[in-house]
């Protein structure tokens, strides 16, 4: 079975500052995707970034860019000059290739302070 | 559609009611999937949809819960008997992902419908 950890449960950081959200996983596949999700307290779930675990290069949305280590199924997110809408749930997401069953951690809250 | 929609965005019942949610998924979106999302949790999967094959039911907790897909658009999750323990936000999703083929395909979120049981 795959399982998601998130082991920071609140996060806080300075407008303008750098802050980095860890994640890690446990499978025994070897093709899967990740994701990190944002959820503000509108609920709505949004898209911030994913990964292919066949791709080495790590992916990059604007400010926002992961850190991902296959082997030590790590994959952390980074958020560069943050910013106060940036203030919501995180949640990393892990989805092997062909199944239905994606995994969720238990999020971070991350607050960006003015 | 701009967006999965869903309704109600809050329902409250009372233990023992049926409640039915509603998700009007992207068009063009061959894929929906249903979520839970208990207090201070992560998103627990519920049921997969894909065009008008067999849904894939393997994330429903118990019997009480089913969900149906008319015309391979809307889909209502309907939970018989709730309980308390039901209470919890649930998520609509949706995707272009082809029958059949890998996760390539971002999914969408609705916005939820928060439900309490009392």
New interface residues.
């Given amino acids: 079975a795959q399982t ?1 950890t998130q082991s920071q449960p609140e996060m806080s950081v300075q407008e303008a500052e750098t802050v980095t959200l860890s994640c890690t996983y446990d499978t025994s596949e070897s093709n899967y ?1 990740l994701f990190w ?1 944002k959820q503000p307290p ?6 911030v970034i ?1 990964q292919e675990a066949y791709k080495q290069q790590n992916a990059t949305e604007n400010r926002f860019s992961v850190n991902f280590q296959k082997a030590a199924k790590s994959f952390s997110l980074k958020i560069s000059d943050s910013q106060l809408g940036d203030t919501a749930m995180y ?1 990393c ?1 892990f ?1 092997p ?11 971070t809250r991350l607050t960006v302070k003015p | 559609g701009a967006g999965v929609s869903q309704s109600p965005s809050n329902k409250v019942t009372e233990k023992g009611k049926d409640v039915e949610l509603r998700c009007d998924p992207i068009s063009g979106h061959t894929a929906l ?1 249903w979520y839970r999302q208990s207090l ?6 519920l049921i ?1 949809f894909q065009g008008n094959s067999a849904p ?1 039911k ?2 429903l907790p118990s019997d009480r819960f089913s969900a149906e897909r008319t015309g391979g658009s809307v889909s209502t999750l309907t939970i018989q008997r709730t309980q308390q323990e039901d209470s919890a ?1 649930y ?1 609509c ?1 949706s995707s272009r992902r082809l029958a ?4 390539e395909e ?7 419908t ?1 439900l309490l049981v009392l």
């Fill in positions: 998601v995707y999700y509108s609920r709505q779930m949004i898209l994913r949640f997401a989805n290739y062909n199944n239905n069953d994606m995994r969720f951690g238990a999020g | 999937y201070g949790q992560g998103l627990e999967f997969y894939d393997s994330g936000v998520l999703a059949g083929g890998p996760l971002t999914q969408y979120f609705g916005p939820g928060r």
